[in-house]
């Protein structure tokens, strides 16, 4: 079983959707979670960085963390062609000195217009 | 202020050559890591580098290295090619301060071995 699991997708919407972003993890020590857009052939860009549990919010991007369950979320509103991009989830615990960040497989969201 | 740069972007080698990576953070950002992107996969974690100390490896071979200068700029080097070494090398910085844990990916090599 892998640490982290994410739906490969494709995740098709139509614009103006809300879409749902998931992971799961198996390992209880994660602190620090992570959400990363990447477009074709180009690196990862940092969307939101969440510690420990809670939501945080920046413009249309949401991201919610529920360390009981081991279950993190995005949620992007009022989506655009332009969010079309696979987006990974990244995560790793909280060890001084230990800064392996873990990776989902990605999601590949296309957004219809 | 410039993002993480990497050089080439593009480079393809054959079975059995050796190959160089290069890396500069943002400035003030003295950590540096490399993940390995292979097609339809998340990055994997190579190595971590903070104040030209290795402080992190994954389960990658020795024929792997990486090191750092004294600019805080690193080279990831691998040897003796093998054609699953072909993929996207990506290079983080982080800036390392309480409270500062995100880490910005440059925009990758990509490398094609034949």
């Known amino acids: 079983q892998k640490e982290v699991e994410q739906d490969p997708g494709p995740l098709s919407v139509p614009e103006g959707a809300i879409v749902s972003l998931n992971c799961t993890y198996s390992n209880s020590a994660f602190q620090y979670f992570m959400w990363y857009r990447q477009y074709s052939r180009k690196g990862p860009e940092l969307l939101m960085y969440t510690y420990s549990s809670g939501n945080k919010e920046d413009g249309r991007f949401t991201a919610q963390v529920d360390k009981s369950s081991k279950y993190i979320s995005l949620f992007i509103r009022d989506s655009q062609p332009s969010d079309s991009a696979t987006y990974l989830c990244a995560m790793r615990p909280y060890k001084s000195g230990t800064y392996k960040y873990i990776f989902g497989t990605g999601t590949r969201l296309k957004v219809l217009a | 202020d410039a993002g993480v740069t990497q050089s080439p972007t593009h480079l393809i080698k054959t079975r059995g050559q050796h190959v160089t990576l290069r890396c500069s953070p943002i400035s003030g950002h003295k950590s540096v890591s490399w993940y390995q992107q292979v097609l339809g996969q998340g990055p994997q974690f190579i190595f971590q580098?903070?104040?030209?100390?290795?402080?992190g490896r994954g389960n990658f071979p020795d024929r792997f290295s990486a090191r750092q200068f004294p600019n805080y700029s690193s080279e990831l080097n691998v040897n003796a090619l093998l054609l699953g070494d072909s993929a996207l090398y990506l290079c983080?910085?982080?800036?390392?301060?309480?409270?500062?844990?995100?880490?910005?990916f440059g925009p990758g090599t990509r490398l094609t071995v034949l």
């Open positions: 580098y903070y104040e030209k100390e290795e402080r």
């Open positions: 983080a910085s982080r800036r390392l301060r309480p409270g500062s844990n995100e880490q910005f």
